[in-house]
């Protein structure tokens, strides 16, 4: 496995490498989920190609309060995981390379960004839309792999790619968890073990609402104060929101329908902020069925 840290290093790596490729971008602190990540772009050797991998903590994208300067590195660790998972390439830039002096040039997607993450986290989508773009023009990604867990993030990244005409295929990936239901994330790491238990609540209240839709009920209401009902039995978890929208649009759904839905919340335990989510009905939790119908209206 190479690693490298310049655009001129990876073009030259990149010129060297089988297509099609397969491209995996973490901010590092990689655990499990990204490793599944990997594990799915593993499919594009079948074809001959490679697997791509980036590890970038993108200033941009954080908030004058949030957690950059102690947003986990592990880039030692990482590495060696990359590499037991049969990556071909890492990408590591320093900032200074991936926004030179005079950078000013920023992508901005709409509506999709705006609700949900985006309301709380104004500017967050920007970073993301900006260095998710220079990322897959820099490693020519034919294929990329995000998590279900960031499910606003791919319908931002998607809804970017159809109106920029970019010509990655975007392929959505099913959230890995740990026994207790939660989702895997590289801030779990700075929950303490009480608050580690305590968090195990958030996959269970998304798991009670999953049940009551099964069971037959379609009010986003009622759904939303199921898991709303969960949460709060829970005192070490605080909530911030919870939501039901269609999960083609993310637009808030206020009536009965059979639209696809995105049920996702966020919560703070202690410090730490933590996100989850599940499409209902439960069948569409599957690689296929998030890639088509997650972000796709
Ligand atoms: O999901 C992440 O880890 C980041 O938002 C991403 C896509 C690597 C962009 O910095």
Do not use: W
């Not at 060696?80 to 590591?92: I, M």
């Not at 195990?200 to 609402?209: D, E, H, Q, T």
């Not at 202690?270 to 890639?291: I, V």
């Amino acid at each position: 496995m190479e690693v490298v840290e310049t655009i001129e290093a990876l073009n030259s790596a990149l010129d060297r490498l089988p297509k099609p490729f397969g491209v995996v971008l973490t901010m590092g602190a990689l655990h499990a989920g990204h490793i599944a990540l990997v594990e799915q772009a593993i499919e594009v050797k079948a074809s001959g190609g490679s697997v791509i991998s980036t590890i970038f903590v993108n200033p941009t994208q954080f908030g004058p309060q949030e957690d950059l300067s102690a947003y986990p590195r592990a880039l030692e660790g990482d590495l060696a995981r990359f590499k037991a998972a049969g990556v071909d390439l890492v990408f590591t830039p320093p900032p200074n390379v991936m926004y030179p002096a005079g950078f000013q040039t920023t992508v901005e997607v709409g509506e999709v960004s705006q609700g949900l993450e985006g309301s709380r986290r104004p500017g967050h989508f920007k970073g993301v839309a900006t260095v998710v773009t220079k990322l897959l023009n820099l490693t020519r990604a034919d294929t990329t792999y995000f998590g279900q867990k960031d499910a606003q993030q791919v319908a931002v990244i998607k809804r970017m790619v159809r109106d920029l005409n970019m010509r990655t295929n975007i392929a959505v990936i099913p959230t890995v968890r740990e026994s207790d239901g939660l989702a895997m994330s590289s801030r779990n790491r700075y929950l303490s073990d009480y608050q580690r238990r305590a968090a195990g609540v958030i996959s269970r209240a998304l798991k009670a609402a999953g049940e009551m839709y099964e069971q037959g009920e379609r009010l986003p209401k009622a759904l939303r104060l199921t898991v709303q009902r969960v949460l709060i039995a829970e005192p070490l978890v605080e909530m911030d929101y919870v939501s039901a929208a269609d999960a083609r649009t993310l637009q808030e759904l206020h009536e009965a329908s059979d639209a696809p839905i995105l049920l996702s919340l966020a919560v703070r335990v202690g410090q730490t902020r933590l996100l989850d989510n599940c499409l209902l009905p439960l069948s569409l939790n599957n690689r296929a069925d998030l890639t088509t119908t997650l972000g796709a209206g």
